[in-house]
């Protein structure tokens, strides 16, 4: 085989030793961007679980506070309301005895008895 001939197989074998090569560093790097995108994914994944299990958290957190202070509101609605009407009842009974009343508005005091 000549000299010439010999040189353009040794350039072509080169090349196409070299196109192998980058062929090659090529799927090496689509493979380790697959691998990324996987784990990109499975980090996504963990994020939203994260955020789902913070907010579930957050509103039962919100609900037992909400409730205790609903409960507390309504204990005091029961007590505040038991607490005016015994003052309305000893107003009331004072206006019988002849005691003047001092709440505002009270029909024992408008209308000089009950």
């Known amino acids: 085989m000549p000299w010439c001939d010999r040189h353009l197989l040794h350039h072509a074998l080169v090349r ?6 980058s062929h090659h560093a ?3 790097k689509k493979d380790q961007l697959d691998m990324f ?7 996504k ?4 679980n994260c955020i789902q299990e913070t907010q579930r958290i957050t509103l039962n957190g919100i609900q037992t506070g909400f409730s205790k202070v609903f409960e507390s509101l309504a204990e005091f609605s029961k007590t505040s309301l038991t607490m005016y009407n015994d003052l309305l009842t000893y107003s009331e ?6 005691i003047p009343s001092y709440i505002e508005g ?3 005091e408008e209308n000089g008895s009950s």
């Open 93 to 98: 009974n004072a206006g019988k005895n002849g």
């Open 37 to 43: 995108r996987r784990k990109l994914e499975a980090e």
């Open 106 to 108: 009270s029909q024992v």
């Open 26 to 28: 090529l799927t090496m």
């Open 45 to 48: 994944e963990k994020h939203q």
């Open 16 to 21: 196409q030793a070299q196109v192998h090569l």
